[in-house]
Structures are given as structure tokens and as C-alpha cells.
């Protein structure tokens, strides 16, 4: 077999660093509150060593009240149009 018969593929592929990955996510997932918070309690997550769930379950808690609290806001700010 001469190395002219053999042809070799190379794939180059771009690396995204995870929290750029993760950021672009939460962006198309409307998840503003996530997105800003996950580096700060993904950190203290890591420190004090909790189980995923309780991670997921802070990010969503913040999540959830910054929506209603945005509702609440918009329910009383006044009508314009």
C-alpha cells in the first residue's frame, strides 16, 4: 500500500470553554437570572460541597422569584399605548 493510496481526514474543531457554552444556553432558554448567578453559586457549590440538586434547586428558587417579582412590576407599572 503506498502512501498515496492512503488519505488522512483532520477535523478541526473550535473549543468553546464551558462557561461560554453555558452562557449562550441560558440566553436561548430566557433564563436571565440563572445566566447571571450560576458562576457565583456553581463556586460556592463547589466550597461547601453540595449535591447537584440543591445547586439546581438555588438557581431555579432565584429564577422563579425574580420572575414574579418582574410580574408583580409590570402588574403595576401603568399601561402605556
Same mark, same amino acid.
Given at each position: 500500500?503506498?502512501?498515496?493510496s492512503?488519505?488522512?481526514?483532520?477535523? =478541526?474543531?473550535?473549543v468553546? !470553554? #464551558?462557561?461560554? /457554552? $453555558?452562557?449562550?444556553? &441560558? =440566553?436561548?432558554?430566557?433564563? !436571565? #437570572?440563572?445566566? /447571571? $448567578?450560576?458562576?457565583? &453559586?456553581?463556586?460556592?457549590?463547589?466550597?461547601?460541597?453540595?449535591?447537584?440538586?440543591?445547586? &439546581?434547586?438555588?438557581?431555579?428558587?432565584?429564577?422563579?422569584?425574580?420572575?414574579?417579582?418582574?410580574?408583580?412590576?409590570?402588574?403595576?407599572?401603568?399601561?402605556?399605548?
Amino acid at each position: 500500500m503506498s502512501t498515496a493510496s492512503i488519505t488522512t481526514s483532520i477535523t =478541526t474543531t473550535t473549543v468553546i !470553554p #464551558t462557561s461560554t /457554552r $453555558l452562557g449562550m444556553m &441560558l =440566553t436561548n432558554l430566557r433564563l !436571565p #437570572t440563572i445566566k /447571571r $448567578l450560576a458562576g457565583d &453559586l456553581c463556586a460556592q457549590s463547589d466550597t461547601e460541597g453540595w449535591p447537584a440538586y440543591r445547586l &439546581l434547586e438555588a438557581l431555579l428558587e432565584h429564577e422563579i422569584n425574580e420572575r414574579e417579582a418582574r410580574r408583580i412590576l409590570s402588574a403595576l407599572s401603568p399601561q402605556t399605548g
